[in-house]
């Protein structure tokens, strides 16, 4: 579990390598926001989170419940869902745009999500 990290994983570096070669600017992390969202676009009012299908329970072809110590992991999946709906609803009543960009769907690339950002 070390070796698991909540910032700067490989799908959101990618994600933000493909914005910023896109010509996006924006910051990571911030702080004053809830749940510290990875990538934040200012100039659009528009916060980008990479989600791992795993951890934030997606429910895809790659997401499976874990079946050793399954209780554990229901519960905790289950609490980062719910911290995710309050964090989704305190963004947008405080005027964010917020896209939810999910590990499965980085695997057909990240042109849909340049795409969204162009036509905001």
């Known amino acids: ?3 698991v990290h909540s910032e700067n994983t490989s799908s959101e570096i990618a ?3 493909a914005l910023h070669a ?5 910051r990571l992390h911030r702080k004053d926001l809830p749940g510290k969202p990875d ?3 200012p100039r659009l009012s528009t ?17 499976r419940w874990p079946v050793a110590n399954a209780d554990y992991w229901r519960a905790k999946i289950q609490r980062n869902m719910d911290r995710d709906e309050s964090n989704l609803r ?5 005027g ?11 695997k057909s690339g990240i042109s849909e999500v340049l795409d969204t950002l162009h036509s905001s």
Do not use: P, Y
Not at 47 to 63: A, D, E, K, P, T
């Open 90 to 94: 305190s963004l947008e009543s405080l």
């Open 47 to 63: 916060i980008v989170l990479v989600n791992g299908c795993l951890w934030h329970g997606h429910q895809c072809s790659r997401f």
């Open 39 to 41: 990538i934040v676009l």
């Open 96 to 106: 964010w745009k917020v896209l939810t960009v999910w590990d499965c769907e980085l």
């Open 1 to 3: 579990m070390a070796s």
């Open 15 to 17: 994600v933000r390598k």
């Open 22 to 26: 896109a010509g996006f600017r924006f």
